[in-house]
């Protein structure tokens, strides 16, 4: 077990090489969905985008995230052929989810070839299906990996198996654009093929080179990889099981919320698959810096927070190096994320309109696109708080305590969806964003709750300094009003690049302001953050 500065180090590296990740991932899709726009139509992109991806990452998540969140629990004991072999029911458990939601996706939903001449979408079922099968084949070195702090790992694999998808898709669709959704079909099974490949490939060149190295490696030989019946302990660890099966319970609420716009898009058909084909455009481009900054400081810290604190003890019977700790590494990360989501609030209002015309032109800017975007601002701010405080709620909760929560996730999920189908129907794509912050409020209401409750007894207050000091908030206000009377006067559809250049100018001096603010008047997040990336780099 690693000491507890190792483990925040290797977090923070954690972080830092998955920002990189989720950039180029998020920027390559940009960069694919501008090319492919020239070659498909945009029924296709929303069949693909949203429809066939949205069967893909529900399964995917349904299949591998209870047994992720269990398996990297701290645990006293923890006999690691006991968590292969439990890593490995994953595999069933997929074929059972593709079964069910392909079959679902194909016979239940509205066949686009029928309603909008989109031809092999049963295909497109089927491909996406089967990736999520193929890539849970993974799935117990990839959790090794993460327990193990691989902290380049995640980001190699993934990087090179979503450039591999990337490149296959411009390939095919240059080659045969008229094959539509059997280009995106067959890059996604390529891509799944080639990141399980890659791990047992990687693992399996670890093993040899390292034997009788690192006896606390939990994998002495190849054949540790696989499962495997144990002589004297069960197959899997019953405590460990029933551990999943609490997260499993709440996984598939947890998917509604995540995806809950699709889901709304695909089971209710608000909008057109041309509709839908623009939003999840405009989607990704207001999603850039939750996946891009938030996501991989969320992950991290779940992975921070499990491996310090022991699952289901109180407060006063952990160890206390650890729980202040927590405490301070709590506090400090919401207050960065509280910051950071501000900026983004802020200077995207203002720049929306700006950012569309340069990326997608008319096609963006003629509709609501720009309204959306800024709504979505909002929305990066409100996820970019949820995840922090829920990262620390999962990893400090018992068992008892997840079982409870399911409950409450019920609940959340009926008002988001009740929310995404009346905001929807009255407002159109912008309820979805306003359906989202609702439901995140809501659970950062819940979250607040407990990590109050959790630290009462303490002398740890990690909530009490998370608002941003009023000179930085007098600096985002001063920046908010001058930069949007800025795009008012010089980001009309008439304008020249001469006039937007000199919005692009008043925003950048904003922006520098606000960061000079944040570094002289927010001393303890800059000194944290000066020494962690200055450990980091050791």
């Not at 999840?280 to 310090?308: C, H, K, M, T, W």
Request: net charge positive; glycine share 6%; hydrophobic share 50%.
């Amino acid at each position: 077990m690693a000491s507890p500065s190792a483990l925040l180090q290797g977090a923070v590296r954690a972080a830092s090489y998955n920002i990189l990740l989720q950039f180029g991932l998020r920027m390559s899709t940009f960069v694919l969905n501008a090319f492919i726009l020239r070659y498909i139509s945009q029924d296709i992109l929303g069949v693909v985008n949203v429809r066939l991806t949205l069967l893909y990452s529900t399964t995917l998540f349904l299949s591998k995230e209870a047994f992720d969140r269990a398996c990297l629990s701290k645990s006293v004991k923890r006999d690691w052929r006991q968590v292969i072999n439990l890593l490995w029911c994953t595999f069933p458990v997929a074929v059972v989810w593709c079964s069910c939601l392909g079959y679902v996706w194909f016979y239940f939903l509205e066949n686009p070839t029928k309603t909008s001449n989109i031809s092999h979408y049963g295909l497109g079922v089927f491909c996406y299906s089967l990736s999520t099968i193929i890539e849970v084949l993974a799935e117990p070195l990839f959790v090794v990996g993460q327990a193990c702090l691989f902290i380049k790992l995640k980001v190699v694999m993934l990087g090179i198996s979503q450039s591999v998808k990337c490149i296959t898709t411009v390939v095919l669709v240059l080659v045969r654009p008229d094959w539509g959704i059997i280009n995106f079909s067959i890059a996604q099974v390529v891509s799944s093929l080639t990141y399980v490949l890659l791990y047992h490939g990687y693992f399996s060149h670890f093993i040899n080179s390292h034997k009788k190295k690192d006896e606390d490696f939990p994998l002495q030989s190849i054949r540790d990889i696989y499962p495997r019946l144990l002589e004297d302990k069960p197959y899997i660890d019953n405590s460990l099981a029933s551990l999943t099966w609490s997260f499993f319970k709440q996984s598939f609420l947890k998917q509604i919320l995540t995806e809950g716009e699709k889901f709304v898009m695909t089971f209710f058909d608000v909008l057109s698959f041309a509709d839908q084909g623009v939003y999840d455009v405009i989607n990704n481009l207001g999603s850039l810096a939750a996946r891009f900054i938030f996501l991989p400081i969320e992950e991290n810290s779940y992975l921070f927070f499990s491996q310090l604190l022991t699952r289901g003890l109180p407060v006063d019977q952990q160890n206390q190096d650890s729980t202040r700790l927590c405490a301070i590494v709590l506090g400090v990360i919401l207050k960065i994320v509280t910051i950071i989501g501000s900026i983004i609030l802020i200077f995207g209002y203002s720049n929306a309109y700006l950012a569309l015309q340069i990326y997608g032109g008319e096609i963006l800017t003629a509709g609501n696109g720009p309204v959306l975007l800024r709504w979505y601002c909002l929305y990066v701010l409100v996820i970019a708080i949820n995840g922090i405080t829920e990262a620390f709620v999962f990893a400090a909760m018992s068992k008892d305590e997840v079982d409870r929560y399911n409950k409450k996730m019920l609940m959340f999920s009926a008002l988001f969806l009740f929310a995404s189908w009346l905001l929807t129907t009255l407002i159109g794509s912008v309820g979805f964003i306003l359906a989202n912050c609702l439901n995140m409020t809501a659970r950062i209401i819940h979250s607040l709750w407990f990590i109050n409750g959790y630290f009462l007894g303490t002398t740890h207050r990690p909530l009490s300094d998370v608002v941003p000091s009023v000179p930085v908030l007098l600096s985002l206000l001063f920046s908010l009003v001058f930069t949007a009377l800025s795009e008012r006067m010089f980001c009309q559809e008439t304008s020249g690049w001469q006039h937007r250049l000199v919005h692009v100018s008043f925003t950048g001096v904003c922006l520098v302001l606000v960061l000079a603010t944040v570094f002289f008047k927010e001393n303890n997040v800059v000194k944290v953050v000066k020494e962690q990336i200055l450990k980091s780099k050791k």
